[in-house]
């Protein structure tokens, strides 16, 4: 799976578990992890979905490990994405989630991915479940991996679209801070395994 930008941030298993990857990964997840490629996976699962947040991947080439955005191979490696208007129509196959398990679009039976902002995700919920039917179109990024639309339209078909909202502020503007206080209650499996 990759973003719309061009990096590849996840792939899927062949039990349907979805491991997310960080796009700072992204050169080693492309030269290292094709379809069909053996892999193990190490990693934090999520609560409520079938993800693993990826810390370390053993495939056949070698780990791929997460040391972090500052230590970052070459992104001039990386395929250009070819950007532009783009719709897409199909039925679901899976939903995809964020780092932290939320839900942020689908992919679909043909392969092509469906993104659009948590917040909104949350809002077409009953669109990104498996076999649903969806459309949805605005712009998108095509490389040879894939094609991927970040919906600003969407629907379960091109006469009921409706308009996706922008990114949701992370603070409103009479914010004060933060309203709980204390450690925050994560996932407590950090060591899950996969295969590919």
């Known amino acids: ?34 379809p069909g ?56 196959k899976q939903a995809i989630h964020g780092p932290q398990g939320e839900t942020r679009g689908a992919v679909l039976e043909d392969g092509r991915i469906i993104r659009l902002p948590p917040h909104e995700a949350e809002r077409f919920t009953e669109l990104l479940k498996k076999g649903a039917k969806i459309s949805a179109s605005r712009e998108g990024a095509t490389t040879s991996f894939g094609t991927v639309v970040e919906a600003r339209e969407i629907g379960a078909s091109t006469d009921t679209m409706k308009p996706v909202g922008a990114k949701k502020p992370k603070h409103g503007f009479d914010h004060k801070g933060p309203k709980h206080h204390g450690k925050k209650h994560g996932p407590k499996h950090p060591h899950e395994e996969h295969h590919r």
Request: glycine residues 12%; aromatic residues 2%.
């Open 1 to 34: 799976m990759h973003n719309r930008h061009g990096e590849a941030d996840g792939f899927l298993l062949t039990d349907g578990g979805e491991v997310h990857v960080p796009p700072h990964l992204s050169s080693r997840l492309l030269r290292d992890v094709r």
């Open 37 to 92: 490629s053996k892999v193990k996976v190490r990693g934090i699962r999520r609560r409520g979905v079938q993800m693993v947040a990826a810390v370390s991947i053993d495939t056949e080439k070698g780990r791929i490990l997460d040391e972090g955005p500052d230590v970052r191979e070459d992104d001039d490696a990386l395929e250009p994405a070819k950007h532009g208007a783009m719709s897409a129509q199909g039925i679901v």
